[in-house]
């Protein structure tokens, strides 16, 4: 049975970093692409940036390009997601998903993880 964890979030400061990690594990993953998507307090799911089992290409939303980056673990089937230049906008609930390599929408992703909150404050 197929399994997503996440690990890494917590209260960051204005303009500071986190790094979450994700863990996946159960199944072949081998033509997945593990992203990360990322739910604010009434507002929709949101794509973040996902990155390519299969050749390691990464693809990033342009509301985070440039401050976060997507990278592969050493342990199989296990990613990263590195914030940096946090804002308040980036509080959210983080969510890492296993789906289509080329997949943006949540409905492109077949397997979840429970999430991860962040929250950005003063």
């Known amino acids: 049975q197929a399994r997503l964890v996440e690990s890494g979030g917590g209260l960051a400061q204005a303009g500071g970093s986190l790094s979450l990690s994700c863990a996946a594990s159960?199944?072949?993953?081998?033509?997945?692409?593990l992203g990360w998507f990322r739910q604010a307090p009434g507002k929709e799911r949101e794509f973040v940036a996902r990155?390519?089992?299969?050749?390691?290409?990464?693809y990033v939303a342009d509301s985070v390009k440039g401050r976060f980056t997507i990278s592969r673990g050493n342990a199989e089937n296990t990613i990263y997601l590195q914030m940096n230049s946090l804002g308040f906008e980036d509080t959210a609930v983080y969510y890492c998903a296993a789906g289509r390599e080329d997949g943006r929408f949540p409905s492109d992703y077949k397997y979840w993880g429970q999430g991860t909150r962040v929250t950005v404050s003063s």
């Open positions: 159960g199944r072949t993953f081998s033509n997945y692409a």
């Open positions: 990155l390519s089992l299969a050749n390691n290409s990464t």
